[in-house]
């Protein structure tokens, strides 16, 4: 199964509001520290719950304590059970460019919003993710750090 890189971003940062979530995306753990670079104010994904095959728009409202520049990463784990299905480092400002975000490198420090679309693979199955999102600036200090869960097998119309 193939899921974007863009797409495996914003699932995986844009979940960091449990409340909006609570259908789709449990267990939300932010693992980080007050001193991380970036820090998660709100989240709003639309449709709610989001649907196997059609478009999921992410819109996250964040504090960034420090510029964002070139080189800044993202190392992304998704698991389904014990299996890892993807570990991989994104460079962001990289992703931010090719999936035309709405905000690009350098990332000013200060409040931000960003909405990014995404199509969700039909494919996607009746099944729980665990995803862990480690994000670093270009000189190795933590940006975020979250932990989630995200259920695909709630029956919520999913299909």
Known sequence: MYFSKAALLAAALSPLAASALDRIFDDV??????SDGIHIKSIEVTPDPPKPGQDLTVKIIAKSDQPIEEGAYADVTVKLGLIKLLNKRFDICEEARNANATIQCPVEAG??????????????????????V??????????????????FMLGHNLW
Not at 29 to 34: A, D, E, Q, R, S
Not at 111 to 132: G, M, S, Y
Not at 134 to 151: I, M, P, T
């Open 29 to 34: 753990c932010f693992v980080g520290l007050p």
């Open 111 to 132: 409040d931000h919003e960003v909405v990014q679309t995404v199509a969700l693979p039909r494919e996607i199955p009746r099944a729980k993710f665990k995803v862990a």
């Open 134 to 151: 480690r994000g670093y600036s270009a000189d190795d200090e933590d940006l975020v750090c979250v932990d989630l869960s995200v259920d």
